[in-house]
Structures are given as structure tokens and as C-alpha cells.
């Protein structure tokens, strides 16, 4: 392994995804989304604690009251720790289940949803407004990363092999004039999860070759680091100044011998970036 990458957890999640950074707790969640799997990963500790839950979560995001609210099955959940259960807000109309979500930079919980075959256009962002999901960006093919400017004037959405970026209404949660910012090469990978750091660059997890990419604000590719495996799907900054990058894995579609050629698929892994991530606001609904 890479000198500049630690191995945190070793669980050879079958498609590690979504972490989240919570500050109060000092802890990490990420999901197994294929396993239906909560995992909780303590950094004082080093103990990685499993939940099975009774549907697959593909997106977290944290509550003002210091709960989990999710992207799971056809639409928004809660979800119980104590008793590892879902308690769903409300369905959504277009795509086969959820995908990506996460918080905008006024605490609302924006998710999308994909098609298991990846229809071209069929799927969509969602906004929770309270017990109610709105419609926020029509005719998405396989949304696999979301994130914010530190401003919030800014959305970027993985699609397939492009980041759109759209203008932001913060105050109205609307997203206008979607625009191609970056397209990536079928040789750099596929990129999914999506983080931003406090000077506004971006930064991509770019699975099946593990590099990850940091673009300047303009989409310029500035930086690119390689992780110690292919199989990387999102990254998040954590740690007490949100120094640290948290990054997921998969190995799902792998036999053992590709196991032994890339044995930190399915691990959770962290470096220092040299970047300080942009802070994220809880969940603001009820």
C-alpha cells in the first residue's frame, strides 16, 4: 500500500459507499449498499461497528439532532441506530431506486435516483422539503456523485463520465443552466463520488483505476493521487479540521484471484489530501 494511504477498515464491503463525517462523535458512517450494511468506524477507536439494515441505504446524510437521514429503496428514510431500523418520509416517481444524496449548504437533503439499466435521461435529483420530495433536476442517466461550491452557488453532479455543474438558488433550493464542467476519459475511469474542499476545487473518486482527481473551480484536472486500489467509489473530508479524506471501495464482480491482485478492494481508507475540506450542514427538516 501507498505510504500516504491508511487501511481503516479491511471488510471487502461488496460496494462501500457514502461516508460521512460526523464531528460530534468523531466517527465515520459509510454503507455497504449491496449488503445493506451501516457502518459506523469510531477514530478514536479504530472499532468499524456493522448494522444490517432491512433495505439497501445508498446516501447518508446527518440530522440537526444528530440522527441519520437517508437515500434507501424508492425514496427518503430515517434511520434508527438503536434498533437498525428505516422509518421512510416519502417515495419518489422517476428511476428504479436511489442513488447519491447529500446535504446543500442550507441543510437540505438532495438525492437522485438511477435505473438498474442506466436509461439515458430517465432519473432524477430530489430535494426532502419536510415530509415532501420536489423535483429538482429532471432527465439524469446515472447521477453518481453530488456536492456543493462552499458558497453554494454552485451544484455539480456526476453523470456517467461528465460533471455537470448548475447554478444554485441556496435560499429556494433551485438548480438552473446545466452545463458540462468536466469530462473524463473511459481511460481515467469512472468517476463517482464527489468532494469539495474550502478553496472550491473538487475532487473525484474515479473507480476502476483509483486515481482521484482534483479539478480547479474553473474544471481545470490540477491534481491527480492513486489509491492503493481500483475499486475506489466516494471520498468525504473528516477529521477535527476536516483534514483528512475518507475514501470507500468495492469489490463486488471480483473472484479471488482479483482479490489477491487488488486486496484492499471493499476497505475503507484514509490520507491527508493537503486540502481542508468545506464544511456541511446537518439536515435542517424535521
Known sequence: ???????????????????????????????????????????????????????????????????????????????????????????????DRMGVGACDPAGRFVAGTVTHNRDLRASALYVLDGDRARLLVDGVTSAAGLAWSPDGSRMYVVDTRTIWVYDYDVDQARAYSGRQWAVCAESEGSPEGVAVDAEGCVWVAMHWTGRIHRYSPRGDLETVLWAPTRRITSLAFGGSRLEEMYVTSACFGYDELALLADPYAGALLRFKPGAVGARLPPWQGI
Open 1 to 95: 500500500m501507498s505510504e500516504d494511504f491508511e487501511l481503516l477498515v479491511d471488510r471487502q464491503a461488496l460496494c462501500g459507499a457514502s461516508p460521512l463525517w460526523m464531528s460530534a462523535l468523531n466517527c465515520v458512517y459509510w454503507v455497504d449498499l449491496l449488503r445493506r450494511e451501516l457502518h459506523t468506524y469510531s477514530r478514536d477507536s479504530g472499532v468499524d461497528e456493522v448494522r444490517v439494515l432491512p433495505g439497501a441505504v445508498t446516501a447518508l446524510g446527518t440530522t440537526r439532532h444528530g440522527q441519520l437521514i437517508a437515500a434507501a429503496g424508492n425514496g427518503f428514510s430515517r434511520i434508527y441506530l438503536g434498533r437498525a431500523a428505516l422509518e421512510p418520509v416519502v417515495q419518489v416517481r422517476s428511476g
